[in-house]
């Protein structure tokens, strides 16, 4: 038997005999707003092969992406056909209305293209204020125009296909365009989310898409054809992104943003015109398991800045590597308890420092100030083996110059789809997009839902004493991300181990570290991995999947001080792993992902 999989045995018998929660189960004042509704639970096989793979959060998608793969294309290829297909089969999550971070590989060096939104020219910090200077509430901000960020996925895409891409444009348009024409048959998620989102229906073109007379969402398994972002993205294919930023299309977006009954927004014909993809480099960090028997050492490689699950993460694994929980287990509750002491740590940080770094300066003059190991080595001194802090304060990394800022008030931050991919090639790519909460603003245009990207912004731009905070909303700005696509490298070779990323808005942080942790530590398999549990903090309760852990386990985690709250994680994991014997894939089991490749 490999290495931790009788743990990992142990633990799927413990979750499977759960029926409940504890006596420290969640309450109303510790509830925590998901990203996307729970939609049922399909078991997973997980997947092997040898040359390539796609993985994506739908079956049509890494179809499209592998068929681009057989027919001689590259991971980039792969990537726009699945993502065109994305948008369409699942609209809650992502599409051309929205934006995406991409990290990419060509076998020698990675690069990171960010395709985030940005904030109108006419947009100032007060955006989200009300009349008496209070915040808006999150869906009085979000259902409109107010929160339209300007799309960026597209343009990002064909900067990207610019320069990796060897099949035409056109060509990678033509699953995406059949399926929107010809129709796609609805799934159970969809059908769900259409059934529980009381906004959507209040967009007269949303609602004559998505339901019939009676109010009713289509049915599952009925045929939903498109017709109208069939022929967006005939345009598109042939034209580029300009016939997504300039003129006809455009102009129907800016007239549904600023002409919105309640609530308009300020985005522009010159914001779409002017929106340019930015070029990055990775933020990349070390990593060394605790296998004493046979040392391996790892650089993990994420989207930087505004982008902030990368530091997020490689902060959670290096604070764990300063404490006892090395040589503990996720069915350790202590193990948990270092765990969530690790992550409040972590946000803390986030809350505080993160932002767009064209507006806000790292701190100590480099974001790895941030994971410095002596930082690290400080903050986990901070972690009480027999008590939890609840809520963390954060750090003040070695020769801060930078004046402290504000931290960012606790606020809900929301969902995206996630797909790896790795080509013949010598390629790989992992890639994350959104059009943020559920469905966007609930408004439609010319057959695709437009993003509320903006509400990731600070809705409170200063603090009580007028100082600003990093994330508020400024023209121009990026705002930050949880997002969290990652590759990883083995050190020593350089060669790709693995590519994953998961939906799951402010928790695809915590996602995400639990696929590396239980890879790279627990040394499973994507598939494995991602069938664990899911669990983590945002600097609040510690969250449980519910349903996943004892009574016992919960109980104990009380005892050490921590407010658990039992939720439904619907995390949407996908994971390319390579090895010795060829490639794995695994899709996560809460959602209807799917790994297709050869």
Known sequence: MRPFHLFWAVLALLAGCSNGAGTHSPTATTEIHQPEAVSGHSRQLGWRGERFAVATANPLASEAGAAMLRAGGSAIDAAIAAQMVLGLVEPQSSGIGGGAFLLHYDGRQSVAFDGRETAPAAAGEDLFLQADGKPMGFHKAVIGGRAVGVPGAVRMLETAHAEYGRLPWASL????????????????????????????????????????????????????????????????????????????????IVHKVRSHPDNPGKLSLGDLAAYQPQRRLPYCSGYAPPQPTAPRRYRICGFPPPGSGAIAIAQILGILGNTVARSLSLADPQWMHYYSEASRLAFADRARYVADPAFVAAPAGSWHSLVAPDYLAARAQLIKADSSMKVAAPGVPEAL?????????????????????VDGLGNALAMTSTIEDAFGARQMVRGFLLNNQLSDFSFLPRDDRGLPIANRVEPGKRPRSSMSPTLVFDEETGELVLSGGSPGGALIIHYTAKLLL?????????????????????????????GRFPPVFVDDLGSLGHEVSQIGMSSGLQAISRGVRGLSGGADPRREGRVVGE
């Open 173 to 252: 348009f033509e699953p995406a365009i059949r399926l929107a024409e010809l129709g796609f048959p609805v799934g159970q998620r969809l059908h769900a989310l259409l059934q529980a989102d009381p906004y959507l229906r209040l967009d007269r073109q949303a609602a004559a898409h998505f339901y019939d007379h009676t109010g009713q969402p289509v049915a599952v398994g009925s045929t939903l054809r498109n017709p109208e972002l069939a022929a967006v993205m005939r345009r598109i294919a042939g034209e580029g992104s300009r016939a997504l930023h300039e003129g006809e299309i455009a102009q129907a």
């Open 401 to 421: 110059t930078t004046q402290q800022q504000p931290s960012m008030p606790e606020q809900v931050e929301y969902g995206t789809s996630h797909l790896s991919i």
């Open 518 to 546: 239980a890879t790279l530590n627990w040394q499973l398999t994507p598939q494995e991995a991602i069938d664990l549990p899911n669990f983590g903090s945002l600097n609040g309760p510690t969250l449980l999947e519910e």
